[in-house]
């Protein structure tokens, strides 16, 4: 093996592991897709090779979203999203985390990403977070085994649970967006700053967003805007137990606009 060739698969094992340690790699990683795998003519400079950084990001965006615009079903959707290569934190998570509940509920509930336990269960909010997640939603008659969806805007845990980076995010969000195109809910519940900043397209935090009455849309998009309402996300909750008053707020903000739309509710715990 030529020095050259060993020391790209040392980079290139080094990237690797940085990114399964949670650091964003993207960039560093753009240049390193456009090095050669054999040895040859003298590698170009970092420099040279920096053009084959636009594709190496927009191809997996592009493939995104023909999988997603394919998709004429949540099932359909869900196995292109388990098919899809695009997103780096596929090679490290153990399973892809979809959806869970009610197809055609009137209320579809979007988190942010998988953790432990649902990488191991392969279920959106089965964990900890999940559990109180339920509760909370149980209290304004809301259950994923009778009147809910529930999934998230990334499909694969991060390592170590490290907040998405931009690029996964946006290799993502074609197909949370084709849920809600498939969905058709009335009601679109946002939990965390995360998913609502990548869905509303907002750059503002959940503490800013939370409870109020908001729209998603997308143009061209075929539905008339989704109502949409943003909550505190159970894992925030967990950390800071003295914010569930404001929870609460967030619960009955939700539970009045449910009732004007008319969403049918189990009775209530
Ligand atoms: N947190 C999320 O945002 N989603 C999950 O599925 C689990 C925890």
Known sequence: MSPDVSQAQAARALLAFWRAAGVDMDEAEAVYAAAPAKSGPPAPSPAARRPARAPAVQAPLDAAKAAAAAASSIAQLGAAVEAFEGCGLKSTARTTVFADGVEGARVLLLGEAPGKEEDEQGKPFVGRPGQLLDRMLAVIGLDRRSNLLISNTIFWRPPGDRPPTQGEIASCLPFAERLVALAKPDLVILAGGAAAQAMLKR?????????????????????????????????????????????????????????ELGVARAPRP
């Not at 959940?206 to 729209?215: C, E, I, S």
């Not at 805007?225 to 943003?230: D, I």
């Not at 925030?236 to 939700?254: I, M, N, S, T, V």
């Open 203 to 259: 750059d503002e935090t959940v503490g800013k967003m939370r409870g109020r009455r908001l729209a998603y849309t997308r143009e061209g998009m075929e539905l008339p805007p989704v109502n949409a309402m943003v909550m505190l996300h159970p894992s925030y909750l967990l950390r800071r137990p003295q914010e569930k008053r404001q929870a609460w707020g967030d619960l009955l903000a939700l539970d009045a606009w449910l009732d």
